[in-house]
Nanobody, 124 residues
Framework: QVQLMESGGGSVQSGGSLRLSCAAS????????MAWFRQAPGTEREGVAAINSDRKTSYTASVQGRFTISQDNAKNTLFLQMNSLKPEDTAMYYCAARPATWWLPLSPQQYKYWGQGTQVTVSA
């Protein structure tokens, strides 16, 4: 079992920045792939960025070049640095984990463990 807790959400103006954090606890003996997802009201949950145990990363096209996913293994913490934020980035952001394999998906169905989410609101 892995427990995840997000923090760092808030309200910013368009063009601003936020840094999300996700603290992981529980069984960390095995490697895990970690990811950030987001969901706006009335839409499906969308994969934003993922990072594997070998530090390979993957991003959805709409955030490429603006968002950076990283992790501090010593502190069991996942980060999402979000720059040049746009109103369309407004959503609840979730941290997720799955046992690491060679595959690094961005589909929510592939992730087993989830946090409760943190709200990000970007105003025009």
């Amino acid at each position: 079992q892995v427990q995840l807790m997000e923090s760092g959400g808030g309200s910013v103006q368009s063009g601003g920045s936020l840094r999300l954090s996700c603290a992981a606890s529980g069984d960390r003996r095995s490697g895990y792939a970690m990811a950030w997802f987001r969901q706006a009201p009335g839409t499906e949950r969308e994969g934003v960025a993922a990072i594997n145990s070998d530090r390979k990363t993957s991003y959805t096209a709409s955030v490429q070049g603006r968002f950076t996913i990283s992790q501090d293994n010593a502190k069991n913490t996942l980060f999402l640095q979000m720059n040049s934020l746009k109103p369309e980035d407004t959503a609840m952001y979730y941290c997720a984990a799955r046992p690491a394999t060679w595959w690094l998906p961005l589909s929510p169905q592939q992730y087993k463990y989830w946090g409760q989410g943190t709200q990000v609101t970007v105003s025009a």
